[in-house]
């Protein structure tokens, strides 16, 4: 299984992450994204940063989550390595597509994303993202492992 | 192959007809001609559908020639909306609120520059903060960005970035009514604090350029423009600012949708009644974005002008370094324009358009009030640019708007692997344009191939009368994220 692919459309550019448990597949995403932006292999796990996020859906806690990340590189520059996500709730059922969680209920994470202040000397610069974004947003369950499509405004 | 339900109008636009889709309330107009025709996306036609099902829609929703999928609307889009009846849509401006452009113009020639463009290429580089993680030579207190969401390019102008007299010479005085900086979150004001004055990446750029054709002399010359002349062009927007604001509101827009039971075919385009609070809540903080990018771009035009001032060793004003004008292409606005032959206020969306006022028009400058409003369409950084005109056209057709630019061909992964192997600034400067980018590969996402040309989006909209070409202006400088 890998973490990730690219989603290649014109335009703007997209994920497709890949996890045997939700809390890893919002993981990954969190890589799959951080990738786009430079190359991991240059940024070290020098500070952690904690979030927490709330969602009524499953797939808005990946886009909420994946624009706190943008939010934390785009204000303090802070960009990630290592992402521990200590859990999503509730993470028992999936809805219907697009549905909402539990019936109107709240879907919630929390993380820790150890990381450094992005520098402009040392990491390379890819892709400035701009937002994560609803469009053809897709979280699901195919066989066993969890998949997630989500598309950023670059 | 255009989708059978489609029917050509004319040369230059087809109608996608309101029974193309079931919910439609009006018909769609997409401006392309044979040409542009081919490269027309089939999510694009459905999102043209799409938007002509939301509620209070006026005329048709339309599409420029450099229309391609986008965000829930197509960028490209154009759509009008009752004020009564109608809604508003983040998805119909697009993350980065008042992306647009401005040029500068200068009494140099292209002859005396050529020598030292590499030169002056970096001096500006390393003048104008740019790229992934740049940060700005602007720190905002909370108190000082309240006071520029509230006032614009007004707000650097009375910071010492610029002169008054910039100001005429912005779409809406580079100041729109009606921001509330009450209305912005914690995080639009954090991510706002250091990206005052700074240009972004991606396709966003300053260009030295040069006039390489005049088409419309009179035009030309009341604007201030002649052959050989070089100009500088910048198209940035909001930045983070911007981008949080939006993230921001379409979460309360999703909320909307449901409290006000409107039926969307598609969850982008997520909007509200336009009189509900939650509209007028996201118009108000739209605002603030829309004058936090009139801002960044004034901020950026003065370091222009201390650039060159410094290198030429001499004063902007010897240099002639004035503003031509400066266009907003991602913007939601309220306007009056004649609807079934009545003045009717409506709201009025561009995403990836220019608004292209004709001569006579009372919220043009009185410097334009004969010629028109100067439009300005940036091309990609190997090709060209232009300056059009507004024409009487466009406010029977499409709501005083045109076209934006050249529109992507490729995706930017396309991109790279075809720049594979090649040296992209090697390319350019063998064509004379020196490049430099803070990305390493944004030069490849941003080569020429990536793009349409601007040349055939602009004959589109030259031959369909909502603009007219007035000069085209080819790159010699180019400075990328």
Redo the contacts between chains.
């Keep these: 299984m890998n973490q990730f692919e ?1 989603i ?4 703007d ?1 997209g994920i497709k992450a890949f996890g045997k448990s939700l809390e890893e597949l919002f993981a990954n995403a969190a890589i799959g994204m951080y990738s786009l ?2 190359a991991l292999e240059g940024i070290e796990p020098e500070k952690s940063i904690n979030v927490s996020i709330e969602s009524n859906s499953l797939e ?1 806690l990946l886009v ?1 989550w994946l ?1 706190e990340l ?2 934390q ?3 303090y ?1 802070f960009i990630g390595k290592k992402i521990v996500i200590t859990g999503i709730t509730p993470s028992l059922t999936l809805p219907p597509r ?1 549905g909402v969680m539990g019936g109107g209920g709240i879907c919630t994470l929390k993380a820790t994303i150890s990381g450094e202040e ?3 000397e040392r ?6 993202i ?2 994560a ?3 053809r947003l897709k979280v699901e369950k195919v066989k066993d492992i969890w998949q997630a499509d989500i598309i950023f ?2 | 192959m255009l989708p059978e339900k489609l029917k050509r109008i004319d040369d230059t636009k087809i109608e996608v007809p309101a029974d193309y889709k079931p919910g439609m309330r009006v018909k769609g107009i997409i401006y392309v001609d044979e040409i542009l025709e081919k490269d027309l996306e089939s999510h694009s036609i459905d999102q043209v559908a799409n938007v002509a099902t939301l509620p209070g829609i006026v005329n048709a929703s339309m599409a420029m020639p450099d229309v391609h999928t986008g965000y829930g609307f197509a960028i490209g889009g154009v759509a009008a909306f009752d004020l009564d009846e109608g809604i508003v849509s983040p998805g119909g401006v697009g993350y980065d609120i008042n992306c647009g452009v401005r040029l500068l113009m200068t009494n140099l020639k292209k002859i005396d520059i050529v020598p030292k463009l590499k030169d002056l290429v970096s001096v500006l580089y390393n003048e104008i903060p740019s790229g992934v993680g740049s940060k700005g030579k602007i720190r905002l207190t909370p108190d000082s960005e309240r006071r520029l969401m509230l006032n614009g390019a007004r707000w650097a102008v009375e910071e010492g970035y610029g002169e008054m007299s910039d100001l005429e010479r912005i779409e809406s005085g580079g100041c729109i009514d009606g921001a509330d900086p009450d209305l912005i979150s914690k995080k639009a004001y954090e991510r706002g604090r250091a990206q005052q004055g700074t240009l972004g990446s991606g396709n966003h750029f300053l260009e030295i350029q040069y006039v390489d054709e005049i088409y419309d002399e009179k035009s030309a010359n009341a604007i201030g423009l002649f052959e050989g002349q070089v100009t500088v062009m910048i198209h940035t927007g909001s930045r983070g600012f911007g981008h949080q604001v939006c993230t921001d509101f379409l979460e309360v827009m999703e909320r909307a949708v449901s409290k006000y039971k409107i039926e969307l075919p598609d969850r982008e385009l997520a909007c509200a009644p336009y009189k509900s609070p939650e509209a007028q809540d996201y118009l108000a903080a739209m605002r603030a974005a829309a004058n936090y990018a009139w801002a960044n771009r004034q901020c950026i035009m003065h370091w222009t002008r201390e650039a060159f001032m410094e290198f030429f060793g001499t004063s902007p004003r010897e240099l002639g370094m004035s503003l031509v004008y400066d266009v907003a292409h991602n913007i939601a606005k309220v306007e009056e324009h004649i609807v079934n032959g009545r003045k009717k206020k409506l709201v009025v969306h561009r995403k990836g358009a220019t608004r292209a006022f004709p001569p006579g028009h009372p919220d043009l400058p009185d410097a334009y009030k004969q010629t028109g409003q100067p439009v300005l369409i940036p091309g990609d950084m190997g090709r060209a640019s232009f300056v059009l005109i507004g024409t009487e056209k466009a406010m029977n057709e499409t709501f005083g708007s045109t076209c934006h630019g050249a529109g992507r061909v490729m995706s930017r992964h396309q991109a790279i692997r075809k720049a594979r192997g090649r040296a992209i600034w090697r390319e350019m400067e063998d064509r004379g344009i020196i490049v430099r980018s803070a990305g390493r590969e944004t030069l490849a996402e941003e080569m020429s191939e990536a793009y349409k040309d601007v040349s055939d989006v602009v004959d589109v909209v030259h031959r369909a009368g909502i603009s007219k070409r007035v000069a085209r202006l080819r790159p010699m400088g180019v400075i990328k994220g």
């Design positions: 690219i290649d459309i014109s335009g550019v932006i430079t808005g909420s624009n943008v939010f590189f785009d204000t520059g697009g992005f520098d402009t990491h390379e610069r890819k892709l400035l701009k937002a974004t609803y469009h405004d670059i």
